[in-house]
């Protein structure tokens, strides 16, 4: 069966500083992958999603980037961070022939 | 283009009472559609999809939805509320055909409160 790890759950991070959330997935190949971004009391904004090794598209210009530097891992990266980036983080995978979505647990990132 | 409104932010219920979640999609095409829970702090968990199959469609915990093409409409709805099933609830819409490009459109949530 498959699975989707996503860590840490929590990170408390001062403003200026990078930041790194990783992602897996196991059980699937070549799956689609996906960062969401869900701000306190609002819905799900996608971030970025990759359909593939080193294919990385983004959704929302923002300080934040990805790499997909394995099939089945997606990192969420970046160098600086700024207040408006706390939120929860989830990520997702998909077959590519869809079926909905999977997602992680999550991460809860403050920046403070 | 396809939207996805969640009629209702919070329902609040008591328990052993029906739950009703609205959902109404706009879109030219047959979607698929989705309902997800998410409970405080965790990842979205799939209750139920459609995809073109049967209109009634049964998922986890008892809830199931019904497929209604003339109202636009994917409600949510389960029998009895157990106190469990206090959380946020997203109806979700896609439509073919199914790749990367073509992202799933989430609806803005409803928080379902579940009073003893």
């Known amino acids: 069966s498959q699975t989707i790890h996503q860590w840490p759950a929590t990170l408390v991070q001062p403003v200026g500083s990078p930041l790194s959330l990783e992602c897996t997935v196991e059980g699937t190949s070549n799956p689609n992958l996906y960062w969401y971004r869900q701000a306190a009391g609002r819905g799900l904004q996608l971030l970025f999603y990759?359909?593939?090794?080193?294919?990385i598209s983004s959704e929302v210009p923002q300080n934040l980037s990805a790499s997909r530097p394995q099939d089945r891992q997606f990192i969420l990266s970046s160098k600086k961070l700024l207040l408006s980036d706390s939120g929860f983080y989830l990520c997702?995978?998909?077959?590519?022939?869809?079926?909905?979505?999977?997602f992680g647990s999550g991460t809860r990132l403050t920046v403070v | 283009a396809q939207s996805v409104t969640q009629l209702d932010s919070h329902v609040s219920v008591s328990e052993g009472t029906p739950v009703l979640l609205r959902c109404n999609y706009s879109?030219?095409?047959?979607?698929?559609l989705f309902w997800y829970v998410q409970h405080p702090n965790k990842g979205l968990q799939l209750l139920l999809k459609?995809?073109?199959?049967?209109?009634l469609v049964k998922g986890i915990n008892g809830f199931e939805a019904e497929f209604k093409k003339s109202e636009t409409s994917f409600h949510l709805t389960k029998p009895s509320a157990h106190m469990s099933d206090a959380a946020e609830y997203f109806c979700v819409v896609s439509l073919p055909p199914y790749n990367a490009g073509n992202m799933l459109t989430f609806g803005g949530g409803t928080r379902l409160m579940v009073k003893p």
């Open positions: 990759s359909v593939g090794i080193g294919q």
């Open positions: 997702a995978w998909s077959r590519p022939a869809f079926g909905g979505y999977t």
């Open positions: 459609y995809t073109s199959a049967a209109t």
């Open positions: 879109s030219s095409y047959s979607p698929s």
